[in-house]
């Protein structure tokens, strides 16, 4: 028997359209890592085919965040949890060297302004430390990282998982580090800001991949979005509308974010 790599991904789904998309994201990982092992963690483990998965680990008790029971079970040292909807576009190159340094790492969620965002469940910390994104989680299993993992677990109870993460990395000494944007791009209309030398897609992650679950979507026509070229128009669209619901985006380039005057150029 070969032994247990050291690093890899999981991913978690239940049901069978998170199963699908779960299995998108691994063929695309796949395409640009084909030697990092992948695991899934499911409801269903006899829906999955074989071959595109290293190891597919049986969920008894799925819930709607199933996913903080298995983290923990990864049989991996160094691990990369990857939400669903995500699809990764380049290499991952060194991300698990960070892991050298630092328990785990997580990028930026966005909408930091929103009450949601910013919203914990013990705790109100500074406007400059916002949650971070669970759906991309880079981890390594030290005694630290366990016990983070237990009592974020512990603490759930429904809803959202991310104020209590970010609670926990407030409260405790663990080792974080946040991930650039590149790592988990959630708003892939930066691509259109960025230059050349800014910066390496690797990790997009965006709920319009789940857009043809409603059925809303559907009944309007809508398509299922599976690559970069369709998520870019979706988000593009979804951009000049966001602007037009809020009355129109002003001229000025930092007026347009206050609802006070324009801002000093200084």
Known sequence: MSPTPTTGVIYVATGPDYRD???????????????????????????????????????????DRSKLDCMAFTRFERTLFLDCDTLVVNRLGDLFDLLD????????????????????????TPYAFPQLNSGVLLYRMTQATRAFLSEWRARYTAGRD?????????????RFYVLPPEFNLRRVTMLDAWEPLDATP??????????????????????RITDVVALMDAERAALQAEWEAAGGRPDHPIARFSSGGPASDD
């Not at 328990?103 to 910013?118: E, F, G, K, Q, Y």
């Open 21 to 63: 998309l779960a299995q998108a994201s691994a063929r695309s990982l796949r395409h640009h890592e084909p030697q990092l092992a992948i695991d899934l963690f499911t409801d269903a483990p006899d829906t999955i085919a074989s071959g595109l998965f290293d190891a597919v680990h049986p969920i008894e008790e799925p819930h």
């Open 101 to 124: 340094r630092f328990d785990l790492a997580a990028a930026h969620d966005v909408r930091r302004t929103s009450d949601l965002i910013r919203q914990g469940q013990r705790h109100a």
């Open 162 to 174: 991310q104020p209590i993460f970010k609670d926990l990395l407030w409260e405790t000494d663990i």
């Open 202 to 223: 690797t990790i997009l992650h965006s709920h319009r991949f789940m857009d043809h679950m409603r059925s809303d979507y559907a009944t309007a026509g809508g398509t």
